[in-house]
């Protein structure tokens, strides 16, 4: 795996021509970022609720990428490429050799206009919120829906997202979590499911649970003409299959993580009359301590990944624990 970071770091293997390239990790994937375009592979992982481990389950998964990016993300996503190996380098697009991987080409975006860049230059304004609101009520009421779609709004259904969570976040409980902070909020979650079963039923008979992002955070919204909202959920139907107020409590949460908390308010407060909602707020509330706790998790995850240098793990450290903390935070 390094040595084909390493050679396609080299603008010589890339497919189009470009000054620089950079790299971004995530725990899913390494993101080459060059001057016009950006290619992301898929790591060769298996989370159980995302499988990533054979060659044939990323090529599908790279497609599936697109069709369902484009929903939000029109001009952006262009193709799937595959990654060559001839025995000394490893090159992108077209040549010599066998197919070792294949990667999503994507037109770059600016990153001084990802939502997350504009937020913290101090310059994210109401007008920016008045548009995310008018794309993803929009977009959620255009959202399938069907009778598959609507179990999982059922609570049963959806426990199986937060218990997944609690048992994958076990192992990390005297790292990035407390013991006592742990047990708080799977207790709590569990009494939520058996005091709320009506709250989650309406939303079914609402016609609320959608085909929708699924990750829905600051830096996969990018705040230029058309407002692309990029990266959604393309691993597993489960968590994109969800509640319209799911969907919109990551980025309400994301918001709050980083103290922009009137923010949050004003985008909810948009979003909210766009799209019709009414006392929605202990639903709310559950989704943000959910969604808070997914980017704990997923943080957490980085600590075992060999990719990872022992500086980016402190820091993965850090803001685990902070999401944790904001997780209980909501519950005080
Ligand atoms: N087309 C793009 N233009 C600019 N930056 C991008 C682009 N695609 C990804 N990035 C940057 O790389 C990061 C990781 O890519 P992303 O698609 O979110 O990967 P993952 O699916 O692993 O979360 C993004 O959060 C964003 O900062
Ligand atoms: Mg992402």
């Known amino acids: ?128 919120l008045k548009k995310v609101a008018q794309v993803l009520a929009r977009f959620h009421q255009k959202a399938s829906n069907s009778m598959n779609i609507n179990k999982f709004g059922e609570p049963e259904i959806f426990k199986i997202n937060t218990d997944e969570n609690f048992a994958q976040i076990q192992k990390y409980i005297g790292t990035t979590i407390q013991k006592r902070d742990f047990n708080t909020l799977k207790q709590w979650t569990e009494n939520f499911y058996h005091s709320n079963r009506p709250l989650f039923m309406n939303r079914i008979k609402s016609k609320k649970i959608r085909d929708c992002h699924g990750d829905l955070h600051m830096e996969h919204i990018c705040l230029t003409e058309n407002l692309p909202i990029f990266d959604c959920i393309e691993f597993n139907n489960r968590f994109r299959y969800t509640d319209t107020i799911a969907d919109i409590a990551f980025l309400l949460m994301d918001l709050e993580y980083f103290e922009g908390n009137s923010l949050s308010e004003n985008l909810w407060d948009f979003y909210k009359k766009i799209a019709n909602e009414h006392d929605v707020n202990s639903l709310l509330a559950f989704y943000k301590i959910y969604r808070a706790i997914v980017r704990g998790k997923v943080n957490s995850f980085q600590l075992d990944d060999e990719n990872i240098g022992m500086e980016k793990k402190k820091e993965a450290i850090e803001i685990s624990r902070k999401y944790f903390r904001l997780a209980k935070s909501y519950i005080e």
């Open 1 to 128: 795996m390094s040595s084909m970071i390493d050679d396609l770091l080299n603008p010589e293997f890339l497919p189009d021509k470009t000054e620089m390239v950079s790299l971004i990790q995530t725990h899913i994937s390494i993101v080459f970022l060059a001057d016009g375009f950006v290619y992301k592979i898929k790591k060769p992982v298996n989370f159980g609720f995302l499988d990533f481990s054979t060659l044939k389950k990323r090529h599908y998964y790279c497609h599936q990428e697109i069709i369902l990016n484009r929903r939000l993300s029109k001009d952006i996503y262009i193709d799937v490429l595959p990654i060559l190996y001839d025995g000394q380098n490893y090159r992108m697009g077209i040549g010599e050799g066998r197919i070792v991987e294949y990667a999503v080409k994507m037109k770059r975006l600016p990153d001084e206009m990802l939502m997350k860049s504009v937020f913290f230059r101090g310059e994210l304004k109401g007008e920016h």
